[in-house]
């Protein structure tokens, strides 16, 4: 157990279903991130919040919206996704968002989204 | 931005002592090096960070030479339980250069008996 959880863990829509991922964090941390994993491809950073502010869109797609009422829990709200989409979808936190190192990452175990 | 290379996999035995390196050359200054480990259906978990030299913790050692283009990811004595992917990430952090974390392809480590 690394402090986040992520729900749902696994997750089956169609292109025209809107769905959100929830993800919350134990840690007390300040800052939370949303990552795409996708077959066969690296971790692609999403989007990060630092103090519930949104840091950087890191040109997301608008069908992927996120949001972060507080610090603890992290949102991502998808509408008319699509196949390609498919992919793991992992939140994350650290303590801080801030230069110099230390900002050690602590992820959940992902969301298995399938597209039709 | 700091893109890195690594091999795509590597094989070795239990108890021996397994080395990873990346290539980042155009890590920039304020970057720091940091390695994760994921085991399938889980998320990425931290190995150890450095900025410069040499760094060991209970799990692992990071060696960063000089001119910091390249880092080792040292695993003493490996076990089974090893086996997963590693990746090397270089970036600051810090509120305008999210988009600088950048992961690698990583490494498929498979250890045998």
């Known amino acids: 157990e690394t402090g986040v959880t992520q729900t749902p863990r696994h997750l089956v829509m169609g292109m025209t279903n809107k769905k959100s991922l929830k993800c919350e964090q134990h840690l007390g941390h300040n800052a939370m991130y949303w990552y795409k994993q996708s077959a066969k491809k690296p971790l692609e950073l999403m989007f990060v919040?630092?103090?519930?502010?949104?840091?950087e869109n890191n040109s997301v797609p608008s069908r992927f919206s996120p949001e972060c009422p507080n610090s603890s829990h992290l949102f991502l709200h998808l509408h008319t996704l699509q196949p390609e989409d498919s992919a793991l979808y992992l939140c994350?936190?650290?303590?801080?968002?801030?230069?110099?190192?230390?900002?050690?990452?602590?992820f959940g175990p992902g969301t298995r989204l399938t597209v039709l | 931005l700091a893109k890195t290379t690594q091999p795509i996999s590597m094989d070795s035995y239990e108890g021996q002592e397994v080395n990873i390196t990346c290539s980042h050359n155009?890590?920039?200054?304020?970057?720091?090096i940091t390695w994760y480990q994921q085991f399938p259906s889980q998320g990425p978990r931290f190995i150890i960070q450095?900025?410069?030299t040499k760094v060991t913790n209970e799990v692992a050692s990071l060696f960063i030479p000089a001119d910091r283009k390249s880092s080792t990811l040292s695993l003493p004595r490996v076990s089974l339980s090893d086996t997963a992917v590693y990746y090397c990430?270089?970036?600051?952090?810090?509120?305008?250069?999210?988009?600088?974390?950048?992961f690698g392809s990583g490494t498929r480590l498979s250890i045998r008996p």
């Open positions: 919040y630092s103090l519930e502010e949104r840091v």
């Open positions: 990430l270089v970036g600051e952090g810090g509120y305008s250069s999210a988009s600088k974390i950048i």
């Open positions: 450095g900025y410069k």
């Open positions: 994350a936190s650290s303590q801080d968002h801030e230069p110099g190192g230390g900002n050690e990452q602590f």
């Open positions: 155009n890590i920039a200054t304020n970057d720091y």
